[in-house]
Every structure is written in structure tokens, then in C-alpha cells.
């Protein structure tokens, strides 16, 4: 199992050590603190000034230019705040620039069909306004009719740019424009002006990041006080003694002894009890430990439960790659994974996201080789390592693809029964967990060898060839016992109530238990079919990238341009189905996992250890 194995930890010290103690513990960094003294452990103990740091670390982060001078120590005179004061003013100095600067650009554009004028005085014009319309060229006719004095501008792609001349607003069929009351030139010298200061404003925010070392670490510091002052505040405490708990894994007890030892501190090491309910810190290889995020994002396995990383792991994979279908994009995510290595390979959270992307990319090209496609078509010379069944491509076939998706389905839900069978072992819902086992794969086979379907033809032709006549309903015969058997484990052991010495309401009751029991059936049915968008979104991409080719040979015998529109139809086409394809291989393949799978072998929740460690170094 990869959930660590943990015990609760309980120090007993005097009051006047606490702090020098839950300091030396936050060093440690390997305690997930319990709270004793019933605080609000959901509020976090936070300040102004500390959000304040945090939002201008995060401002300067986002800066297009970063300043790589970076500073080991403030100038004289400035600390954390005042460099976070800073940077904030000069974003509301560069938001409150750019409202304007925007707000100048829609005036330039509504000013200039009108051209250069300034708006008279009323006083010289005797009180008659200038009325500004856009009208449509055909409209001009019905200009003509109107007995007041105006003007045609301009007209431009069939519109006209009219002023009307009137003391009034004039009694016409369309609404005035509100333009600017400023002359086109002013306008545009205080755009210019107002650029060139949003451009200073702009260098000098990337002047600004040369303080982001050094405002991280005192942010990092400020969040160490906080976690130090939350921790201090779940102690128990009276007027000599002090008590403080947690969670640690079982390899780190020693350490913590050692600890305890150096400071003279009582220490109290406790396996938990069957009422308690331990957080739960999961640890897997490398190699696997980037699905580790795919499980956790949905649900936190209970600590006496399991960690279903490995399979997350591996079935993420296949799904992922049925998906897409395609090595050549397969081959497109290996070039840009090969791009990122170096980035990817920092820390170990980066490195275990790597490993999942390259086995995710490897599998869809091997897939993609055996579906031979590549951007949606097959190379004579590529041929021969293409899976075909009844002499055509397998994923071509719906009745192939569809009895592979639901198989996979059935296998994988079994494998859920099967985990929750081991994990209830030695009690009688564990017979439950057995009988679906028997039914979800005893049905699949009773409908993949039944005479009526003959699907099972389909792959054994392609794999031994043709099968004897009385292979076929051995095997349905198989399927109809396992469903047989399986129901009646499930009717029979899904009620809790007493079986031998139960009064006769048990004996009723346990009846309608097994018959609720026996309602999951439609769930089952339904939760394998789920699996069917394997195939359908595999076989709409297959499908999608054979059609843009078609359109991209087609754009190709248009004369002079036909070449260049067939490429752009390619390279937009097959983009786009390449975004498809990460998006319903990322969201469907965790769909299959953390709902129809989890639904099966993960029924309850816990919570995650959160280890008290430092995070300034």
C-alpha cells in the first residue's frame, strides 16, 4: 500500500519551552499538527500586511519583463512592505493609465470619420447644435426630405457620416451619436502622452521584480510566524505545562524520539485506534507519483482504505491514448515534452508529472501504430503493424471497438470489486464486493459469446481464427452461471441483519435488503456502458482527421492558392482536433476513474496530511 503507515505523537513540556519547541518541530517538518485546544482550524491566522506582500509578489510575477538583477538585500531604508507598497502603487498608477488610454482609443475611433474640427460655442452659433448620424448610403434619399440645413461628411463601405444643423433634437429616424467633446487632435496628443507614461510605468514594474527574491523569502518567513502562532494556539495549555499532538509516519518516530530526548520532553507514541481517523499521506515511486494529483484533486482516500494511484496511473494511460488515436499527434506531445524536459525536471512534483505525460504520449503513439494512423492516414510502408480485424482497421470496426471499450469497462469495475473484496476481507459485505466481481464479468462474457450477438467471433477470428462451433456457447454458458452465482452473493450478504438467531421481521428485512442490493444492477449496466465514449471519441477523432485531409486534397486542385489553402486547412484543422483530443483524453479518462471507478472501491473520504514544516529556507 502507498498510504504511509502513521502514529499519533503527543509531547509534554513545560509552558515557558513551547515556543523554542514548536519552532524546533517546524523544522523538522514530518508533524500534521492535531488540534487540541478546539480553534477554528478552517482560519488560518493571517494579517494586512502579509496579504499585502502576497498580492504584490503575485503582481510582479506576472510582469512580461523580469529584471534578472535580483537583489540579496534591500535598499537602505526600504523593507518587504515598503517594496510591496511600491509595486502596488504602481499597479493602481498603470490600471487607473490604462482605463484611460483605453478609454482615448474608443474616442480616437469615433472621432476620426468626422475628421479635424472643434465644437462652436453656442453663443456663436445663436444656439443651433451640431447632431451627428451614421446612416447607410441608401438612406441619404430620405435625408434629402428633411427640411433641415446639413452635411454629408464622409461616406465609407456603405456608410454615411451626416450632421444635421438644429436648435432641437431633430425629428429624424435614427438615434444621434454622442462624440467626444474634444477636437480629434487633442485627443490623439493625450494618447500619445498618456502612452508614454504607461510605457514608464510598465519598465518601471520590471524594475520592481529585482525585489521578488527577497519578498518571497520574508512572505515564506511571515507564513512560518503564522503556522508557528496557529500551532501554539492548538496546544493545551495551564499555567506550568503545555501538551501538543500530531500525526507522524512510522520511519520518522525515531527522529522525532531523538527530538523529544535533546529537549527533555515527555513523548507519548500512540498506533491509532479504531475510532480515530488518521490523515492520510500517500507515497509512490516517481514513476507513478504524478497521479497521485489525479486522485487527491477528486477525492482523499480514508487512511484504512487504499491508494488507488497505480491504476489511476495505468488506466489514465490507456484511456488517454484510445482517445487521441493517432500517433503522429502522439509524436507532437513527445516533441514538446522533449522541449520541457529540462523544465519538468526541477523538483520532484515536476519530475512525477513528467514520467505520467511520457508514458501518457508513449502509449498514444504505440496505440496510434496500431490503429495506423497517422494524421489520419496510413503509409503503405506502415501497414503491416496495423491491427485489423476482418480486414479492416480495428478501430474502424464498431463492433470490435465497442466489445474492447465495454470489456475494458467490465475489467476495470471488476478491479474495483475486487480492491473493496481484499479491504473488507473476513466480513460478510466482502461476499458483496465478490458477487458483482462474478456478475460484471459473467454478464460481459454471457453477451460477448451469446449466439444472438456473436461478437466474440469478431476478435477470436482476428486473434486464433475461426473458433470451433461449440467453443461459443461453452462460454455463454460460463457467463450465465458467474451472473447467476454473483446475484445471489449480492441478494444474500447485503444485509447487515443477524442471519442465525434474528427474530422474523430479520428474516423479512434481509429479504429487502438483498433486493435493494440487487438494484446496483442497473448502476452496473450503466456505469459500463460510460465506457463506450472510449470508442465514440476515439473513432470521432480518427474520423475528424481523415476528414480535414479529405478537405485539405480537395482545397489542393483550387489553382494558384490551392497549396497554401491545403496547408492551412491541415495545420488548422488537425490543431484543432489535437486540442480536442487533449481535452476529452484529459477529461473523460479521469472522468472513468474518479466516477464510475471510485464509485465502486472508494464509498468514503478522508483528509490529507499537512505537514508543519517551514517554508522559508
Known amino acids: 500500500m502507498a498510504i504511509v503507515p502513521l502514529q499519533k505523537v503527543t509531547f509534554y513540556g513545560t509552558l515557558a519551552d513551547r515556543d523554542r519547541v514548536v519552532n524546533g518541530l517546524q523544522q523538522l517538518g514530518c508533524l500534521h499538527l492535531v488540534n487540541l485546544s478546539g480553534q477554528d482550524a478552517a482560519k488560518p491566522l493571517e494579517h494586512a500586511e502579509r496579504n499585502l506582500v502576497a498580492e504584490a509578489i503575485r503582481y510582479l510575477e506576472a510582469s512580461p519583463v523580469q529584471n534578472s538583477n535580483q537583489r540579496n538585500q534591500y535598499t537602505e531604508g526600504l523593507d518587504c512592505l515598503g517594496a510591496a507598497q511600491l509595486a502596488l502603487a504602481n499597479q493602481k498608477r498603470r490600471d487607473e493609465l490604462s482605463d484611460r488610454h483605453d478609454k482615448l482609443g474608443d474616442d480616437i475611433e469615433a472621432l476620426t470619420p468626422w475628421g479635424e474640427f472643434r465644437w462652436p460655442d453656442l453663443s456663436e452659433t445663436n444656439g443651433v447644435r451640431l447632431w451627428f448620424y451614421q446612416i447607410s448610403e441608401r438612406e441619404l434619399a430620405t435625408l434629402k426630405k428633411i427640411d433641415l440645413p446639413s452635411q454629408l461628411i464622409r461616406t465609407e463601405a456603405a456608410q454615411a457620416y451626416v450632421v444635421i444643423l438644429s436648435t432641437d433634437q431633430p425629428k429624424v429616424p435614427w438615434p444621434s451619436l454622442s462624440l467626444p467633446r474634444r477636437s480629434l487632435s487633442d485627443v490623439q496628443k493625450e494618447f500619445a502622452a498618456v502612452g508614454e507614461e504607461l510605457e514608464k510605468v510598465q519598465w518601471e514594474r520590471a524594475e520592481f521584480t529585482r525585489w521578488l527574491k527577497l519578498m518571497r523569502r520574508d512572505l515564506n518567513e511571515t507564513d512560518d510566524l503564522l503556522s508557528r502562532l496557529s500551532a501554539t494556539g492548538w496546544t493545551l495549555a495551564d499555567q506550568q505545562l503545555f501538551v501538543l499532538q500530531g500525526w507522524a509516519p512510522k520511519l520518522a518516530v525515531s527522529a522525532i524520539q531523538d527530538y523529544a530526548k535533546q529537549n527533555r520532553l515527555a513523548l507519548l507514541v500512540q498506533d491509532p485506534q479504531p475510532d480515530e481517523l488518521p490523515p492520510t499521506l500517500l507515497k509512490n515511486p516517481t514513476l507513478v ?198 446475484m445471489s452473493l449480492v441478494f444474500l450478504f447485503s444485509s447487515s441483519r443477524p442471519l442465525v438467531g434474528g427474530t422474523p421481521l430479520d428474516w423479512v428485512m434481509r429479504i429487502v435488503d438483498g433486493l435493494l442490493g440487487l438494484t446496483k444492477v442497473s448502476q452496473a449496466f450503466g456505469d459500463i456502458l460510460s465506457y463506450l465514449r472510449l470508442f465514440a471519441l476515439g473513432f470521432a477523432s480518427a474520423q475528424l482527421a481523415v476528414t480535414f485531409n479529405d478537405m485539405a486534397n480537395s482545397m489542393q486542385q483550387i489553382p494558384g492558392v490551392g497549396m497554401l489553402l491545403a496547408l492551412l486547412v491541415l495545420i488548422l484543422g488537425h490543431g484543432v482536433n489535437i486540442v480536442l483530443g487533449i481535452m476529452g483524453g484529459v477529461v473523460h479518462g479521469l472522468r472513468l476513474n474518479c466516477i464510475e471507478f471510485f464509485n465502486w472501491s472508494l464509498t468514503e473520504e478522508g483528509h490529507p496530511f499537512r505537514a508543519f514544516r517551514k517554508k522559508a529556507i
Open 289 to 486: 507519483a504524478g497521479a497521485e494529483g489525479a486522485v487527491t484533486f477528486y477525492i482523499t482516500p480514508p487512511y484504512r482504505s487504499w491508494d488507488p494511484t497505480w491504476i489511476m496511473f495505468l488506466s489514465f494511460t490507456i484511456f488517454f491514448a484510445m482517445i487521441v488515436s493517432d500517433a503522429a499527434y502522439g509524436l507532437i506531445f513527445l516533441g514538446g515534452l522533449l522541449v520541457g524536459w529540462r523544465y519538468l525536471s526541477g523538483s520532484q512534483e515536476s519530475r512525477s508529472l513528467r514520467n505520467l505525460m511520457a508514458t501518457m504520449i508513449l502509449a498514444t503513439i504505440g496505440y496510434g501504430v496500431l490503429a495506423g494512423s497517422y494524421f489520419g492516414a496510413t503509409p503503405a510502408s506502415l501497414e503491416w503493424m496495423q491491427l485489423k480485424v476482418e480486414g479492416q482497421p480495428f478501430v474502424n470496426h464498431k463492433d470490435a471497438m465497442m466489445m474492447l471499450s465495454l470489456g475494458i469497462g467490465a475489467v476495470h469495475l471488476a478491479l474495483a470489486n475486487v480492491v473493496t473484496a481484499w479491504q473488507q476481507r473476513g466480513s460478510n459485505t466482502s461476499w458483496v464486493a465478490i458477487g458483482w466481481v462474478l456478475g460484471i464479468l459473467g454478464g460481459y462474457f454471457w453477451g460477448l459469446f451469446s449466439e444472438e450477438t456473436n461478437k466474440a467471433s469478431i476478435w477470436l477470428a482476428a486473434v486464433w481464427g475461426p473458433a470451433p462451433a461449440s467453443f461459443q456457447p461453452q462460454f455463454a454458458a460460463v457467463g450465465q452461471a458467474a451472473v447467476a452465482i454473483g
